[in-house]
């Protein structure tokens, strides 16, 4: 069965360095989604992609926060710097409707 | 910010009992999904309802939305020590296209 695919599963980082984690969607799945999740709560959408383009991106903090997904297939999220409050884990996600979406495994995000 | 809350919390039944989570919302949604955690690791689209459905089943799992009240219930019926997870519920909310707000998440315990 297709998986979505994040690496790293783990990083551990100081702050005020960059950090990138690197999602592959499911095969033929055109939306893509990075969601924050703080330990305890749920997932909160940072960024939305429709093939290569950002539909929604209102709640990525753009001061640090960066994604792109150049040719509309796999995706990175970038963090420069790194700062303690971004301590999470990263979930990506991709959906081919507008209903069920598969997540990834997720990046477990330690910042120092 | 998140619109679902659920409740409870945190739930510790024992082996074979049934599980009742809930979870309300705050504005007009299209459809509710609930959402399976194993610890550390990402989320497991369970099942799906529409503004328009009032139940649904899909094998141990019994869903219930009532629009009037904006809540959703889910039912886990004859439950298993993998059942052990956090569950959480995720509004696609009216005009808001196929972004997912996620709830706080309860805690399902299952006890041997």
């Known amino acids: 069965e297709a998986e979505v695919a994040q690496s790293p599963r783990y990083k551990i980082t100081e702050k005020s360095q960059a950090v990138a984690f690197w999602c592959d969607p499911i095969?033929?799945?055109?939306?893509l989604y990075w969601y924050r999740q703080i330990l305890g709560q749920g997932p909160e959408l940072l960024v939305q992609f429709q093939d290569e383009s950002v539909v929604d991106d209102s709640q990525l903090p753009k001061d640090r926060f960066s994604a792109e997904r150049l040719k509309g297939v796999d995706s990175t999220l970038k963090i420069q710097p790194a700062e303690l409050g971004d301590s999470a884990m990263y979930l990506c996600?991709?959906?081919?409707?507008?209903?069920?979406?598969?997540f990834g495994p997720g990046t477990r995000l330690t910042v120092l | 910010s998140q619109q679902g809350e659920e409740d409870p919390q945190a739930l510790s039944i024992q082996e074979g009992e049934n599980a009742t989570m809930n979870c309300s919302y705050k504005?007009?949604?299209?459809?509710l999904q609930w959402y399976r955690q194993n610890s550390g690791r990402g989320l497991v689209h369970l099942i799906l309802?529409?503004?328009?459905?009032r139940e649904k089943h899909s094998g141990r799992l019994r869903v219930t939305l009532d629009t009037s009240k904006k809540s959703s219930s889910l039912l886990i019926t004859a439950s298993r020590a993998a059942d052990t997870a956090s569950y959480f519920c995720?509004?696609?909310?009216?005009?808001?296209?196929?972004?997912?707000?996620f709830g706080t998440g309860t805690q399902l315990k299952v006890e041997l």
């Open positions: 504005t007009s949604i299209n459809n």
């Open positions: 095969s033929g799945h055109a939306t």
């Open positions: 995720a509004t696609a909310f009216t005009g808001g296209g196929n972004k997912l707000t």
């Open positions: 996600a991709s959906s081919w409707t507008v209903d069920t979406q598969y």
């Open positions: 309802i529409r503004s328009n459905e």
